[in-house]
Nanobody
Framework: QVQLVESGGGLVQPGGSLRLSCAAS????????MGWYRQAPGKQRELVAD???????NYADSVKGRFTIARDNAKSTVDLHMNSLKPEDTAVYYC??????????????WGQGTQVTVSS
């Protein structure tokens, strides 16, 4: 029943821009921290940006100043605006929804992933 449906991935040239979008259903969207993660070949999945239920945004140092995360609670969507793309941004990008059920127990939902390729 829970679904995180992503769109917007593709092939772009260095210096280009791309916007990813994630539409959530089956969850009470407003109480989740929403985020974008990415995983490059041979590397661990890493946080790109997140947007807490309280309105706080956080960015990885590698994307700071180039990427912007935005959420729309009325539409249950979270977007990632990517500018000045670099080849090292190439990865599978995943939408994430996280909730803390207790101080020691939480749960994550993940999208299917969307490929972003920045050509050399």
């Amino acid at each position: 029943q829970v679904q995180l449906v992503e769109s917007g991935g593709g092939l772009v040239q260095p210096g280009g821009s791309l916007r990813l979008s994630c539409a959530a259903s089956g969850i009470t969207f407003s109480i989740y921290t929403m985020g974008w993660y990415r995983q490059a070949p041979g590397k661990q999945r890493e946080l790109v940006a997140d947007f807490t239920r309280g309105g706080k945004t956080n960015y990885a140092d590698s994307v700071k100043g180039r990427f912007t995360i935005a959420r729309d609670n009325a539409k249950s969507t979270v977007d990632l605006h990517m500018n000045s793309l670099k080849p090292e941004d190439t990865a599978v990008y995943y939408c994430n929804a996280r909730i803390s059920l207790t101080p020691t127990l939480g749960h994550d939902y993940w999208g299917q992933g969307t490929q972003v390729t920045v050509s050399s």
